[in-house]
Each structure stands twice: as C-alpha cells, then as structure tokens.
C-alpha cells in the first residue's frame, strides 16, 4: 500500500532541509511511498513575479531570472555531487534559457496568455522534486521522478479553480507506474495538464490538493502533509496564547476550519481523500517528535463532555453586514432571491446568511470592501419597495468580524450555544447576528471588529481552559496550607 507525504515549501527551503526531507522519506518504513512537494520557498513568488514584470516589460525579469536560476545552482552543489548534479544543472540550464526566451517572447508581446504564465509558474517544484529525488537515490534508494504533468489531468472549474479529471488522471498514472515501477517516487506538486495536454496547475497553494488527488488516485493508506506548525491550533495562536494542537479532526470540521482561514490545509485538499476515507495527518517538520493532528472519518475515542464538542474557533475580519428589512419581507417569495441576485451581479462574495422566521429581516455579511456595490445594488434593485414601505431600509454595518465555532458534534449535543452565547454574555459582547447551518458543524456569529479577540479569547477559554491541568505542591502545610487544600478537595467532589 502506498503512503503518501507532502512537503511544503518551507520544508524544502534550503539544502540542508531538503537533505532532512530525504531522511524523513528513507525513514518512513511503508513498503511504497509516494512523495509530493512544493517548490523551495519563495520560488512561486518569485515566478509570477517573473511573468508580471515581463509582461509590464520592466527589464529587470532578467536580473530576477538570474536569481532563480542562482538560487538553484547553490541549492544543488550543495545537497549533490558527481553525475546527479551534473544531470540537474544541466536540466536546470536548459529550463532557464527556455524560460528566458519565453520571459522576452512576454516581455515583447506586453501580455502573457494564461497557459505561458501557467508554464512558468510551475518551474519550482520541477526544480525541487529533482533535487529531492536525487538526493534520496544518493542513499541508495531507488527512486523515480514524476512530473505530474504527464499524469494529472485537470480542467478549469471557476475563477482560479480546477477539478480534477480522475478517470482520465488514472489511466495516465497506471501507465506512468507500468513503464517506471519504483518503491520510492518524487513527485511535482502544484503541476497539472488539461485534457489538451497544456501545461498548467492547481492554482495557488495548491500542492497539498495534488498530494490529496494523487493520495485517492493511488488509494493511499495516508497521505502526510508536512509543514512547519505541530498541527492544527484551536485557535489563531497569534491571538489566543492558550491556543492548543488537536489531535484529531473529522473531514468536515478541517473542512470548515480551512474556510474560515485557519492557516492549515487548501481547503480542497479534503474533497478528494474523504470519498476513500483515507486519513490526512499533519506534521511539524521542525519538531519531529510532535505527533501531529489526524484528520480523518470520525476520530475515535471522544471524551462524551459539552466542552469537547467544539474543536476550534475562527474569526474573519473586515466584512460588513447587511440588513435587509420590511414588513412587505414577510410570506412575500422571492425577496431572498432578489437581494442575492443583485449581491451576485456586484460579484460580491456571501460569507454568510441569516434569516429570522419571522421574515422581517435578511441580515449577511460581505466582505468591507465589497459593501459599497452592494449596497448601491440594493438600492436600486428595491428602489420601489422603499419608496412603498414595504421595505423600511436596506442598512449596512461596518467594521464587524465573524466568530465561528466548529465541531462536528455540536449537531448532536444540546446546549453547546448555550455554553458560547454565556461567555459572550460573560465578557459583555454584544453578538449582531447569528448563523447555524442544518449541518450544524459550526456556529457563526457577527459582532463588532473591535470585540473580535476578546470574543474569542472568552469563547475559547471556556471550552478548553477547563481541561488544562494545574499541578501545585503544598510544602509543610500549616494553617493556611491546609485550608487551601480543603477547599481545593471540596471543589473536586
Ligand atoms: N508552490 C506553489 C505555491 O506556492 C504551490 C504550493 O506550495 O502549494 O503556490
Ligand atoms: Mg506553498
């Protein structure tokens, strides 16, 4: 059975961490091993950096190519010898001078079409899965490079967003793996071909969504997601210091999670493993010994307590809410559906919804700099209703940001909002709207930017800092010790 690991570009970020990356790979016992990476950090960056500054016709591409190409001659001579790093400076030679006349081609042209600047981006990690491949055969391993162009067929779903073609995809991996079997295989994250065979990728970040396809393609028995944080945090631990890692997760709470921003995985890296349960973990790179989170079906053995139904909190900033409210709203179809058609037309992004039964109001929020078009849209798509009365006013809140809680078992326990709702109350929050979907795996609610953090420090320490462990030790108890450990046996029982 194949294990599947993914690197990131931090992880891959220098000669000596590459080296690292080998030995992680060589350590791990699986009898297959399949190994995706990102492109060393950085790199991607510099890389469009590359096409926009061609296609501005800002000669200085050229400076910033040399850089590339300097940064990976260092790389190499560093982390190999002898043949290997002859074959990949050779390689490496003939990728830049392509590159370069594909940068001057852009440069003259003042414009880059999408699938030249999809066929430079992509340079990265052909560069670091080379280096990493060869830097695993140094030990004797054998070890197959795969430019996952030649097996991942994609096509564009939307703005930025590709699905991927599996049945296709399959056919082309089984192939691949007929002509190179291997136990050890090197895989570019990040690149993808269309059905027309042209170039392209999964858009940004997208390696961790690569190592996912190619973890359900090869039906793997995990897919590892090295990166350079112990695992997923409760909480933002820039904003809550008691912030602790999970051990575990569920599909749909990392999936949720990742879309309220929670820095952890592509929030499409979920899709393609869930379907063959394959269990995604992910781990420090930086501190092996840490176990990681496991995310996976339905984590086993969970304490049955009302605090441990929420795993994490997450908070958007910057959004704005809207409210949309009249008398002439209540029983009247289609009102809903006018407001979010003409938020659609202003191409503004929903984050989320809420409707009281009683119909009076439609209250969502939007992005703060979004607002605006939306509600001048408003305006004019309701300019009768308002003028009628049946409509009192279309109102737009600034400066508010969304807390969520997430936690697959929220569905099934009663009083979880309770225990949220309090310790707002508690910390004299003034909550603006609420959401709860029928899914149930989180609770959102609005308030006040201004409020943000201390919202979610009290929310977050009432549903962890419960379970913190306290050891103290009461030298040569007298009075007042003794007292003390009274009362401490009294609040235990
Ligand atoms: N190197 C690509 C990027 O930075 C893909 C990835 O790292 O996931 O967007
Ligand atoms: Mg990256």
Redesign the pocket.
Known sequence: MWSVHKF??TCMGTPQRIQNVADVVLGDSSERKLIIV??M?KV?DMMYSLVHKAQSRDDSYTEELDKVFEKHMAAAKDLLDGENLARFLSQLHSDISNLRAMLRAIYIAGHATESFSEFVVGHGELWSSQMLSYAVQKSGASCSWMDTREVLVVKPSGPDMVDPDYVESEKRLEKWFSRQPAEIIVATGFIASTAENIPTTLKR?G?DFSAAIIGSLVRARQVTIWTDVDGVFSADPRKVSEAVILSTLSYQEAWEMSYFGANVLHPRTIIPVMKDNIPIVIRNMFNLSAPGTVICKQPANEDADLDACVKSFATIDKLALVNVEGTGMAGVPGTSSAIFSAVKEVGANVIMISQASSEHSICFAVPEKEVAAVSAALHVRFREALAAGRLSKVEVIHDCSILAAVGLRMASTPGVSAILFDALAKANINVRAIAQGCSEYNITVVLKQEDCVRALRAAHSRFFLSKTTLAIGVIGPGLIGATLLNQLRDQVS
Do not use: L, V
């Open positions: 990131g570009g990102s492109a950090s991607t970040d390696s």
